[in-house]
């Protein structure tokens, strides 16, 4: 009797505006305290609700058109959204500014209070592909679909014509961290969050850079 074949077969497919509530939650995910505490003003639930309505609107870093859905024998189990490192600064003030629309003025007020404008550093050069978001279902975490995601996201940059591809990740997630170094990126540098939001956003993150012509 021949043998069935039960590897998983990790596929991608590109994300549509119909995804939102399932991307907005991975998402989230990606950056937790800032959302919830920014996005969402404190509550976690709203900043999903925003990010998942905001998901099928089009022009900015968290929208369908720079995402893919990540497929695990057809099913979704994650999401990863890149571009060009060149457009970061539009995309990232076209998101705040479609987040500010969410509020009325008080909300808005207290957006800025929050350190809006602080929310997004520096995070890529303009001649990289940038790995804005990565984030996998939880119960599918170590079964190598995050590094087949990070293969897939490094094809897409050459396909581009690049030949560097950046990302950031939390200071305090050292698992994510030492998966980026295995699949050879390189801290390039600290982006440190100021000592008054630190209980709210957290340390900060680290900017880390892959040479694919090496």
């Known amino acids: 009797m021949a043998k069935t074949n039960t590897t998983p077969q990790i596929t991608f497919r590109p994300a549509k505006p119909e995804d939102g509530k399932t991307a907005g939650r991975l998402l989230f995910d990606t950056f937790a305290k800032e959302a919830a505490f920014v996005v969402g003003l404190g509550s976690e639930e709203r900043a999903k609700k925003i990010l998942a309505k905001l998901f099928s609107v089009s022009g900015h870093r968290l929208s369908y058109e720079f995402s893919e859905m ?83 996201f490094v094809e897409n940059a050459k396909l581009a014509g690049f030949t560097k591809v950046s990302l950031t990740v939390d200071i305090e997630n050292k698992a994510a961290s030492r998966l980026y170094e295995r699949h050879g990126y390189q801290t390039r540098a600290i982006n440190l969050i100021p000592k008054k939001l630190v209980p709210y956003l957290g340390s900060g993150s680290l900017r880390m850079v892959k040479n694919l012509d090496q």
């Not at 500010?100 to 550093?121: E, H, I, N, P, T």
């Not at 050069?125 to 984030?135: I, N, Q, T």
Request: aromatic share 10%; with cysteine.
């Open 70 to 152: 990540i497929l695990l024998d057809g099913q979704v189990v994650g999401v990863i959204t890149s571009f060009p490192g060149k457009m970061i600064g539009k995309l990232n003030r076209s998101f705040a500014w479609l987040v500010m629309k969410q509020y009325r003025l008080c909300g808005k007020l207290a957006l800025v209070k929050r350190g809006f404008s602080d929310l997004f550093v520096k995070e890529a050069a303009k001649d990289e592909f940038h790995l804005a978001h990565l984030s996998v279902k939880p119960r599918y975490r170590g079964k190598g679909v995050g590094g087949k995601a990070l293969s897939h």
